[in-house]
Nanobody, 124 residues
Framework: QVQLVESGGGLVQTGGSLRLSCATSGMLFPSLTLAWFRQAPGKEREFVGGISWKSLFKTYGNAMEGRFTIARDNAKNTVDLQMNSPKPDDTAVYYC?????????????????WGRGTQVTVSS
């Protein structure tokens, strides 16, 4: 069983920065492909970025425009999302997700494990 717990959400101003972290339990972390998704009220869950289990492949959603960076630390069992220059449109609940696939899919349906999410609010 894989458990994911997000942290680091909160209120941030436009143009600031925020770092989200996702901690996992168990010895399976190095084998997991991990991703961040987000969901704003009334909208579908959106792919933010993902990183493969060997950190060889990183992918990002188009809306991130190079502002977000995903990184994992297999020693600490964590995957972080660095959000730079956030915009009000980035306001959403951010979720950490995991799967045993080789690459980070952009489809939420391809992930087997999910955290409960952390709220990010970007003020203008």
């Amino acid at each position: 069983q894989v458990q994911l717990v997000e942290s680091g959400g909160g209120l941030v101003q436009t143009g600031g920065s925020l770092r989200l972290s996702c901690a996992t339990s168990g010895m399976l972390f190095p084998s997991l492909t991990l991703a961040w998704f987000r969901q704003a009220p009334g909208k579908e869950r959106e792919f933010v970025g993902g990183i493969s289990w060997k950190s060889l492949f990183k992918t990002y959603g188009n809306a991130m425009e190079g502002r977000f960076t995903i990184a994992r630390d297999n020693a600490k069992n964590t995957v972080d999302l660095q959000m730079n220059s956030p915009k009000p449109d980035d306001t959403a609940v951010y979720y950490c997700a995991a799967t045993f696939g080789d690459r980070a899919s952009e489809s939420a349906a391809d992930y087997d494990y999910w955290g409960r999410g952390t709220q990010v609010t970007v003020s203008s």
